[in-house]
């Protein structure tokens, strides 16, 4: 009887599948406007048992008896570059190339490219959640009204170097929300800074829509492959009753 299952194992996993799909799409495009935003992909793999062997003292129902299914992979942050959207707001900073800026809230380090910082209330150079920035060697910036920043992250005030901005890559690179990021830090050289600009979301607006509108039409035909199957398997057990 376990061949009288798998269809359905095979056709729910694969509905479970767009729906991971869907969620992700959506969750792009709901960020297609936030600032330094990297979308996320899904990567789907297939599950199966080796030379499509049934496993021994195990029921029909249980899916190691199908022989291959759709599972989800992992989520893979996309980090290319978004475009760089000029604010003439000199508190605004975007990373051309490589890199995240160090930040933190006062427990533990964090990393972003959300650049578009504000003066907390001592003076001082913060993220948009109050996170201080922080400079190469782990000190807090200052803001001053003459304070410029150049190419490679040196910060001058009234001409003279006070230090440079913190910027570094990260391997094993996860999202922690809010547009903050976590991973092992690791030097960055290819990057500018640009004062006065942000970056832009690298989510392309109509790709996306052409990805969800594709997810929901698979969804249809997985569910409509359902009903069609269950219609069928209710024909023959009623066959068998007779």
Do not use: C
């Not at 869907?22 to 979308?39: D, E, G, I, Q, W």
């Not at 029909?60 to 290319?80: L, R």
């Not at 400079?135 to 009204?145: A, F, L, M, N």
């Amino acid at each position: 009887m376990a061949i009288d299952y798998q269809p359905i194992y095979l056709l729910g996993s694969g509905m479970l599948l767009q729906d991971r799909r869907l969620s992700v799409a959506t969750n792009n495009m709901s960020n297609m406007n936030t600032y330094a935003f990297k979308k996320d992909i899904l990567v789907a793999s297939s599950w199966y048992v080796d030379n499509g062997v049934r496993i021994d003292n195990s029921s029909a129902e249980n899916p190691s008896n199908n022989f291959v299914y759709p599972i989800v992979g992992n989520i893979h942050i996309d980090i290319t570059q978004g475009s760089l959207i000029q604010t003439n707001n000199k508190l605004d900073f975007a990373i051309e190339g490589e890199g995240f800026f160090v930040v933190t809230d006062g427990r533990e380090i964090l990393y972003t490219r959300k650049g578009n910082f504000k003066v907390d209330g001592e003076g001082y150079l913060v993220t948009d959640l109050g996170y201080r920035v922080l400079t190469e060697d782990g000190k807090y910036i200052r803001v001053t009204d003459s304070m410029e920043v150049d190419r490679k992250g040196y910060i001058y005030h009234e001409g003279e170097i006070v230090g440079r901005l913190g910027i570094v890559n990260l391997e094993n690179l996860v999202k922690l929300g809010e547009g903050m990021f976590g991973g092992n830090p690791v030097p960055a050289d290819g990057y500018n800074v640009y004062q006065g600009f942000l970056e832009a979301s690298n989510v392309d607006a109509f790709k996306e829509m052409v990805n969800i509108i594709e997810i929901t039409r698979a969804h249809e035909v997985y569910s409509r492959l359902i009903q069609s199957f269950d219609l069928i398997q209710s024909k023959v057990s009623r066959g068998f009753r007779a």
